[in-house]
């Protein structure tokens, strides 16, 4: 990776070297400073200092960090910014976005180190004040966010995910709250028990446990209305969103914007409402027969959504990524028989795993339960579910969001979702 500072450029990888670059060392390459140095290099630099070769004063960087919850609330804050006139940019699962444009597809959720910094600069160069970036866990094991200096740091919830990586919950759960050690002015979700930091600037939201932001009641008549206070002074906000993971999702926002802009909180509930979602993520394709796509992919996530249509004859077709996680398959399994009443295993991204065998990975957490329907094929899979659809039901149609394709080895087939679904009604 490159990046070009005052016409001197910096690389990461020793194999991009020449004499005039600068060589920026990190945990990640550090085996190959002996290389760059000798492909020519003569100019070596910490990861750490790259801060004070690039001016980023200009900008407030907000990170987001949690299982799940980090797209749809990074989502909401660069919305609601938008809406209060400021220019941001926003980096993430679903891209690089800066004011209303989205600059880059998909890459990674948190690019590497040197990819960040270029984001900020190109950010700056278009006149942004915020810069709204999702945190990886992977990112923070590998260091990517290193010599980034945030205006804040938001906690969503640490549930599971990414246990191939990370191998144990305890060191997810480590990595995870690492992001929250130093004193950097810090958001968490307070009723959320795993989450732990450095209490020093901190501040707090929740809907159980006393919080700097305070939800108080809510409702889901016609979307949601939440009443919240800050100190004991009442607000309210109001969105066309569902699930009461997504009164977490907007608190967060609403509390994040305030913390970073002192603006009203007036305001910024207003502001709020202008943000209609995340395409993905609880978003509805068909109202009758009610079908939902949502980028559900872990138990909690998963969780969280069927428990939200607790009064719908549930129809839940899911799968699980391959090369990922195996032992959140048969949690997965267990969610969905909880609460649904048709149950439809497909795939998802199989990647290098046999997608049958992902399955029976899944079919594990599944015990005698009246109605479950195996498809490898998701298309067909789909189509099995709107054809059971009644008014009484509801299609959910989980784990690939907004995702443009089906990754099957390393090969990247297009495919959507929704359009899939479009296509079936249509037909
Ligand atoms: C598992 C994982 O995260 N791998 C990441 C890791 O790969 P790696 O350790 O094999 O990298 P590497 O090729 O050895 O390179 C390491 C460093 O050495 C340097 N290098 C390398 C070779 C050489 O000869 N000389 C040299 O200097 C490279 O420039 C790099 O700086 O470091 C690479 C570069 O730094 C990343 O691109 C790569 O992400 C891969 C592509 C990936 O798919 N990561 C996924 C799992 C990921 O990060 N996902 C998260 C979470 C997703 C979500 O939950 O939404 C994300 O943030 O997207
Ligand atoms: N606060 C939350 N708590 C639990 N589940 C949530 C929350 N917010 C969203 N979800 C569920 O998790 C899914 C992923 O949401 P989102 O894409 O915002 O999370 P993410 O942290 O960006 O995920 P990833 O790390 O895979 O990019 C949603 O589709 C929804 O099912
Ligand atoms: N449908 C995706 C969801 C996870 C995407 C992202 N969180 C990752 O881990 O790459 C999969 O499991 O393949
Ligand atoms: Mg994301």
Redesign the pocket.
């Known amino acids: 990776m490159q990046l070009i500072i005052n016409n001197r450029v910096y690389t990461d990888n020793s194999n991009e070297v020449d004499e005039n670059s600068i060589f920026v060392v990190s945990k990640q390459n550090e085996r190959f400073k002996q290389a760059a140095i000798d492909n020519g290099c003569k100019e070596v630099v910490f990861a750490k200092d790259l801060k004070n070769h690039l001016d980023m004063s200009s900008i407030k960087v907000i990170g987001i960090t949690g299982t799940n919850g980090k797209t749809t609330t990074a989502a909401a804050i660069y919305s609601t910014l938008l809406d209060l006139g400021y220019k941001v940019a926003l980096q993430g699962?679903r891209g690089f976005f800066i004011n209303e444009t989205r600059v880059e597809e998909y890459s990674l959720?948190t690019p590497v180190q040197l990819g960040n910094f270029a984001h900020i600069q190109k950010a700056m160069d278009n006149g942004c004040q915020f810069f709204v970036m999702e945190v990886s866990s992977h990112a923070i094991e590998q260091k990517r966010i290193e010599g980034l200096e945030f205006a804040l740091k938001i906690h969503t919830n640490i549930t599971r995910?990414?246990l191939d990586y990370h191998k144990t919950i305890e060191e997810y759960i480590r990595v995870k709250n690492s992001f929250l050690s130093d004193e950097t002015p810090k958001l968490i979700n307070k009723d959320d028990p795993k989450v732990v930091c450095n209490t020093k600037n901190g501040f707090a939201y929740s809907l159980e446990t006393p919080s700097t932001y305070k939800v108080d009641a809510y409702s889901f008549k016609n979307g949601m209305h939440v009443m919240f206070n800050h100190f004991g002074k009442h607000y309210s906000f109001s969105s066309m969103m569902m699930g009461i993971f997504n009164v977490y999702n907007l608190m967060a926002c609403v509390a994040a914007v305030h913390i970073t802009t002192q603006k009203p909180l007036e305001e910024i509930c207003e502001a709020l409402e202008g943000f209609g979602g995340v395409s993905g993520r609880m978003e509805t394709i068909s109202v009758d027969p009610l079908i939902i796509v949502d980028?559900a992919?872990t138990p909690d996530g998963m969780d969280e959504v069927l428990k939200s249509f607790n009064e719908k004859d549930i129809i839940c077709i899911f799968g699980?990524?391959g090369d990922?996680d195996k032992e959140k398959r048969p949690l997965m399994g267990k969610v969905a028989a909880k609460y649904s009443k048709h149950i439809i295993v497909t795939s998802?991204?199989p990647r290098f795993e046999d997608p049958d065998m992902i399955i029976e990975d899944i079919l594990k957490g599944i015990d005698n339960h009246p109605s479950v329907i195996v498809d490898v094929n998701r298309k067909s899979a789909i189509k099995t579910a709107i054809d059971m659809a009644d008014k009484n039901s509801v299609v959910l149609v989980l784990?690939?969001g907004d995702?443009a394709t089906q990754?099957i080895y390393d090969k990247k087939f297009p495919y959507n979702d929704k359009e899939e679904i479009l296509k079936i009604l249509g037909q």
């Open positions: 699962t959720t995910d990414h980028f992919h699980a990524g990922r998802d991204n784990g690939k995702e990754i």
